[in-house]
């Protein structure tokens, strides 16, 4: 259904965005945009029968559920939990500050299906064993959905879904995406870039809002730092936000010249088809994919990894620092396939996306890295195996901006590079190490889910049996 835009009336100095891509957009983390920018007045873009009594959801089929529905444990938390300093240079707020937790803690006693941040992100969202969708961290922009802008030390629960069951949700850097089990998303949180997908550019979105789509129902989000993407039960993907580097997939980045001076964007406000995925050959032909169907994707800061059911991975956005493992840092503005997992023995199972990296593990098991995790040294220009972890069963993986932390067999591997605020959950003495390794604290405890965010991890751990509980009570709680 076409509608008719308007250009948004952003401020966006061009040579501001100049200086951020050329900084690497590892730098752009600390901040969070100019205050100026929230002087965006709202563009309403509505779609015919938005809001209609025709949209009435109906469950997703028991099946998907099945599998799209965790089971619930007992969540830990570590790492950085001064979520208003998180990734900043400097202590504005002046509260008391906790010091960063350098081991697992245990946290709330509530039990738990899953918890979801991002690589950019100092907010979480936990769902409990209900489904009822709970939130804690930064909420400078109401990314916790709790109709405020006050920090969370606590899960709190999200008033607007307390009659739903979230089924899973996603983190961008100041913007939240939560899925029911009616296939609908809901989205809060700073949306000066269009990236809740609302239709329009208000600021802030504080309450959870439906987004502004009307097509198959969505089985997974995912946000990268200011754009999201969903995937609809047919396996095509939508994508809407901020289009700067090519992240949003549509062939463009949106830049044009309001002024002579001035660099604006054309932001997509409604979530919009990806609808063309390419191959390019050495010198640089570009010819089509027939892709029938995407059935996984991660986003990082800046650019998406995507399988398709033929387990082809493709990947598009920012291209700095190889992340997008076409062995040159070019950005890419539709899906490229990855050429080096296409072939018989590479097919992709799971791909997962950190700030200025991406990793894919394939059918054989194997993990594969390609970006850079740390500030310095050499990157991965294409898909590279991580040596250290040939041979052991992976079976979560949680990215974050320059921490990676995994559960293979029956343990749980991180490495990161300093500078780290405990979330690699190594202990008091080392802080950081640049080579995989194994977190003693959690050996033998059963994982059942894996995230990261921006300087902190959470973690899911079974605690069915009598033994894994009383294994898990020996970990000290946090109490903020």
Not at 8 to 20: H, I, L, N, Q, S
């Amino acid at each position: 259904m076409s509608t008719k835009r308007k250009r948004p009336p952003v401020k966006k100095a061009g040579t501001k965005r100049g200086k951020r891509k050329e900084d690497s957009d590892v730098d752009s983390d600390l901040s969070d945009n100019s205050e100026n920018e929230n002087s965006t007045k709202p563009d309403e873009v509505l779609i015919a029968g938005h809001g209609d009594v025709l949209d009435e959801p109906t469950q997703l089929p028991q099946e998907l559920l099945k599998t799209l529905t965790k089971p619930a444990g007992q969540l830990f938390l570590f790492g950085m939990v001064n979520w208003d300093i998180a990734g900043r240079k400097e202590n504005k707020s002046g509260n008391r500050l906790h010091p960063n937790l350098n081991s697992p803690h245990r946290f709330t006693d509530l039990k738990v299906r899953l918890a979801v941040s991002g690589c950019v992100s100092a907010h979480s969202v936990i769902v409990t064993e209900d489904g009822k969708a709970m939130t804690f961290g930064r909420n400078q922009f109401g990314q916790l959905g709790l109709d405020n802008t006050t920090t969370k030390e606590v899960p709190t629960i999200v008033p607007a879904l307390a009659n739903m069951k979230v089924i899973s949700a996603a983190c961008g850097r100041n913007h939240t995406l939560f899925l029911t089990d009616t296939g609908t998303v809901y989205a809060c949180g700073d949306n000066r870039s269009g990236q809740c997908g609302v239709g329009n550019l208000q600021p802030n979105i504080i309450t959870p809002t439906r987004i502004n789509y009307r097509g198959p129902p969505i089985v997974k989000v995912g946000c990268g730092a200011e754009f999201s993407v969903i995937l609809d039960i047919k396996g095509g993907l939508h994508s809407f936000g901020l289009p700067e580097y090519g992240q949003l997939g549509h062939n463009t980045d949106g830049k044009y010249f309001k002024t002579s001076t001035k660099l604006c964007f054309h932001y997509e406000t409604s979530p919009k088809r990806i609808v063309l995925y390419i191959e390019k050959s050495k010198d640089g032909h570009v010819s089509p994919v027939d892709v029938t169907e995407i059935v996984d994707f991660n986003c990082g800061q800046n650019h998406t990894v995507a399988i398709d059911s033929k387990k082809r991975a493709f990947s598009w956005g920012f291209g700095g620092f190889g992340r997008l493992g076409h062995a040159e840092p070019k950005d890419e503005l539709v899906p490229r396939l990855i050429k080096y997992f296409d072939s018989q023995s590479r097919g992709v199972r799971s791909v997962h996306c950190g700030s200025t990296y991406s990793l894919a593990v394939t059918d054989f098991g194997a993990l594969f890295m390609f970006g850079q995790t740390k500030r310095t040294g050499e990157a991965n220009m294409y898909p590279k195996p991580v040596q250290d972890l040939a041979g052991w069963d992976i079976h979560h993986i949680g990215a974050g901006n320059t921490s990676i932390i995994i559960a293979a067999d029956d343990t749980v591997i991180a490495w990161g590079a300093s500078p780290t605020y405990g979330e690699l959950g190594l202990g008091d003495f080392t802080k950081s190490t640049t080579v995989p390794k194994e977190v003693t604290r959690l050996s033998g405890i059963k994982v059942l889910c894996l995230t990261m965010g921006l300087s902190h991890t959470l973690l899911i751990a079974q605690n069915e049996t009598p033994e894994q509980t009383n294994k898990l009570e020996t970990f000290d709680k946090f109490e903020p």
